[in-house]
């Protein structure tokens, strides 16, 4: 960057042979990691930072980022969010293997409120994988099996090359899948929003990566997700089924709209 740009954060990361910490300062806005070996989660907390500056300031620029992913159908997107290990990623490849969707993010997008709109932004050019996706989805094996994995079998891609053609920056949000992983309940519902606000209350926002938790964050982030789920569908997503099962869930929203 620009020596004579001021950033609004700023991220400093060192190995000192030590065990894994993050310190923020939250007036300046600077974030030092120690000791962390992978850049997807160093990516994750520089997004954080950025997270928490937006919402200093939600009330005049409007905009803010959701720990969630995001593909594109036809200029409106479709948003997918949940707490980690209930099926996001697995989820959003799967949309992907439509040649009609377009990809946006697999983990972290920006948002900027309208009066009649929500438009949302992608984070950056690369996705975090695992070598499992192609498991999942045999049509990005062979992408997937040229990223190289470091020994936790996670890897950096380019998204242009796995999405050739399919790659967008922005789109309209037009609806908004929250995920949960319970046996007890429904596959599939539609959710008002105090029932989507109780969930984001739950699971804490399904964000591990919130550099600051107290009860006025907490309030900002309530009434986000409150602005932003009064003005689309939300629904709930139970992932105990099959990853094909719970696609083709979703895949009924597009053939009913």
Same mark, same amino acid.
């Given at each position: 960057?620009?020596?004579?740009?001021?950033?609004?954060?700023?991220?400093?990361?060192?190995?000192?042979?030590?065990?894994? !910490?993050?310190?923020?300062?939250?007036?300046?806005?600077?974030?030092?990691?120690?000791?962390?070996?992978?850049?997807?989660?160093?990516?994750?907390?520089?997004?954080?930072?950025?997270?928490?500056?937006?919402?200093?300031?939600?009330?005049?620029?409007?905009?803010?980022?959701?720990?969630?992913?995001?593909?594109?159908?036809?200029?409106?997107?479709?948003?997918?969010?949940?707490?980690?290990?209930?099926?996001?990623?697995?989820?959003?490849?799967?949309?992907?293997?439509?040649?009609?969707?377009?990809?946006?993010?697999?983990?972290?997008?920006?948002?900027?409120?309208?009066?009649?709109?929500?438009?949302?932004?992608?984070?950056? !050019?690369?996705?975090?994988?695992?070598?499992?996706?192609?498991?999942?989805?045999?049509?990005?094996?062979?992408?997937?099996?040229?990223?190289?994995?470091?020994?936790?079998?996670?890897?950096?891609?380019?998204?242009?090359?796995?999405?050739?053609?399919?790659?967008?920056?922005?789109?309209?949000?037009?609806?908004?899948?929250?995920?949960?992983?319970?046996?007890?309940?429904?596959?599939?519902? !539609?959710?008002?929003?105090?029932?989507?606000?109780?969930?984001?209350?739950?699971?804490?926002?399904?964000?591990?990566?919130?550099?600051?938790?107290?009860?006025?964050?907490?309030?900002?982030?309530?009434?986000?997700? !409150?602005?932003?789920?009064?003005?689309?569908?939300?629904?709930?997503?139970?992932?105990?089924?099959?990853?094909?099962?719970?696609?083709?869930?979703?895949?009924?929203?597009?053939?009913?709209?």
């Amino acid at each position: 960057m620009n020596e004579d740009i001021r950033p609004h954060a700023k991220i400093i990361s060192v190995d000192n042979d030590g065990d894994l !910490k993050v310190r923020y300062e939250p007036q300046s806005h600077i974030c030092i990691i120690e000791n962390c070996d992978y850049y997807g989660w160093i990516k994750s907390i520089a997004l954080a930072a950025v997270s928490d500056f937006f919402e200093e300031y939600n009330s005049e620029n409007r905009r803010y980022s959701l720990h969630a992913s995001a593909v594109d159908f036809g200029g409106h997107a479709i948003g997918i969010m949940g707490p980690p290990g209930t099926g996001k990623t697995t989820l959003t490849y799967g949309m992907l293997t439509d040649k009609r969707f377009n990809y946006i993010s697999d983990d972290w997008f920006f948002t900027r409120i309208f009066e009649n709109d929500t438009v949302i932004y992608s984070s950056e !050019k690369n996705s975090y994988i695992r070598d499992d996706i192609g498991d999942v989805w045999p049509e990005f094996s062979d992408n997937i099996n040229r990223v190289k994995l470091d020994n936790r079998q996670r890897g950096l891609a380019d998204v242009k090359n796995l999405f050739q053609g399919r790659v967008r920056e922005s789109s309209t949000l037009h609806s908004m899948i929250l995920l949960e992983r319970d046996l007890n309940k429904s596959p599939f519902r !539609k959710l008002n929003v105090s029932d989507a606000l109780d969930y984001m209350k739950s699971t804490d926002f399904c964000n591990p990566h919130q550099l600051i938790r107290n009860e006025r964050k907490f309030n900002l982030r309530m009434n986000f997700f !409150k602005d932003i789920f009064s003005k689309m569908d939300v629904y709930i997503l139970n992932t105990t089924e099959s990853p094909q099962e719970s696609l083709n869930r979703i895949m009924s929203l597009i053939s009913e709209g």
